[in-house]
């Protein structure tokens, strides 16, 4: 909370932000996009003022504090220790950069109705493989879901309200869509972040169940994964068959989107989502402040 002269500087600065000279709005923007989230309740007021020129002002300057408001809720999820983050949560925080007014609710509705509707087709007698061929069927031949070979580089393969909608996506976002499917259902469906490629594992001691979402769930053996890796011109490893945990997931998606920005020249949006790959890569650094 802002103390009482914080209180009285934030209502000073609102009252500016109409004013006629450009370079007193300039400096009061700045100001109150430094004081940040303390900021927040009075322009989401201003925001809502019958002068036009305020009510513009204020909803600049809050699409300007959103990022430093989303690296302090990255912050909070961070704090969790070791890998025991909520990748939920990470993700929508992830699709909340692209798309601000994005509801976590609308996601976990769709989720969750994708499960109920699962469930009852997965039979207690099934093996493994079968319940990934069922998990597959209902997936990516029922329901449509694909990769997004057309448009592979589009950031919005990446913000879960997107791959949801569109019903496409690139393997590690369609590989969540799996594992967040099948945690509703208690299925040990796990993300492999094999290089270049990214795909899932049914994982139980009787044997691992590869399968590779981007493909429409298409099961791989360990020879096939081993050809996945080599076809990129990499030596393969056992090491990379192993589980990625949910911070290594949530921190190679916003990889892929600086990415997708690079290409684009948007760096103000790569130096933003860099920001939360530090703020994720070093969980008991807690005390840093976001830029």
């Known amino acids: 909370m802002s103390s009482s002269p914080d209180k009285t500087k934030i209502t000073s600065l609102i009252r500016l932000m109409d004013d ?45 504090i959103f990022p430093i408001q989303l690296g ?30 994005f509801e976590h609710e609308n996601a976990k509705s769709v989720l969750d109705s994708l499960a109920s509707e699962l469930a009852p087709r997965l039979l207690p007698h099934f093996k493994p493989i079968e319940i ?18 057309k448009n592979y580089f589009s950031g919005d393969n990446s913000f879960l ?31 492999v972040g094999m290089p270049c490629h990214f795909i899932a594992k049914y994982d139980v001691l009787s044997g691992p169940v590869y399968f ?5 769930g298409r099961i791989l053996s360990y020879r096939q994964c081993v050809e996945l890796v080599e076809g990129f011109g990499l030596k393969f490893e056992d090491h990379f068959l192993t589980q990625s945990g949910n911070r290594e ?7 892929n989107l600086i990415m997708v920005y690079k290409q684009s020249n948007k760096d103000k949006q790569m130096d933003q989502l860099t920001q939360y790959v530090e703020i994720l ?11």
């Open 212 to 216: 590779d979402p981007f493909n429409k």
């Open 132 to 149: 990934v061929r069922e998990l597959n069927k209902f997936l990516f031949q029922e329901k449509g879901f694909s990769g997004n070979e």
């Open 249 to 255: 997931i949530l921190i190679r998606m916003i990889n």
């Open 161 to 191: 309200n997107k791959v949801l909608s569109n019903k496409t996506g690139i393997p590690i976002s369609l590989s969540v869509l799996c594992i967040l499917i099948g945690k509703r259902l208690d299925l040990p469906i796990v993300g």
């Open 281 to 291: 890569s070093k969980p008991n650094n807690n005390a840093s402040t976001y830029r």
């Open 20 to 64: 006629r000279d450009e370079s007193i709005r300039n400096s009061v923007k700045a100001q109150l996009v430094k004081i940040g989230e303390d900021s927040i309740p009075f322009l989401e007021m201003a925001a809502r003022d019958e002068d036009l020129l305020k009510r513009s002002q204020a909803q600049v300057i809050l699409k300007e």
């Open 72 to 101: 302090s809720k990255f912050r909070r999820l961070s704090q969790k220790l070791g890998d025991n983050l909520d990748l939920e949560e990470g993700i929508c925080l992830l699709t909340q950069f692209g798309y601000p007014e």
